[in-house]
């Protein structure tokens, strides 16, 4: 459980910088592939939710709540970037 807050550490020390490079109409999204309890042994997939952040100039702040599909990260992206969406539903509105 050391080396998993040491490496939430480096990578939230590091957000700022990322943050500061962001110009009008970027995006960032931040997210895993599964989620995993770093208190568990070992390395098994343990939780069924992933973390999502998204932010950038411009992006309201708030909660996106529990979403039903892995798939609303693509439409957010897609909305963002004015694409028709194929499936899910982007974290806040059409155009973000």
Do not use: K
């Not at 999502?52 to 439409?75: K, Y």
């Amino acid at each position: 459980m050391t080396g998993y807050a040491s490496a939430l550490e480096q990578f939230d020390a590091a957000l700022p910088q990322l943050r500061s490079h962001l110009r009008n109409g970027d995006l960032v999204i931040v997210t895993a592939d599964h989620g995993c309890d770093p208190t568990w042994h070992g390395t098994d997939h343990t939780r069924e939710y992933v973390p999502v952040i998204a932010f950038g100039p411009g992006i309201a702040h708030g909660s996106g709540g529990v979403r039903s599909t892995f798939a609303d990260v693509g439409a957010t992206l897609a909305a963002h970037l004015s694409l028709p969406l194929a499936e899910g539903a982007p974290l806040w509105g059409r155009g973000a």
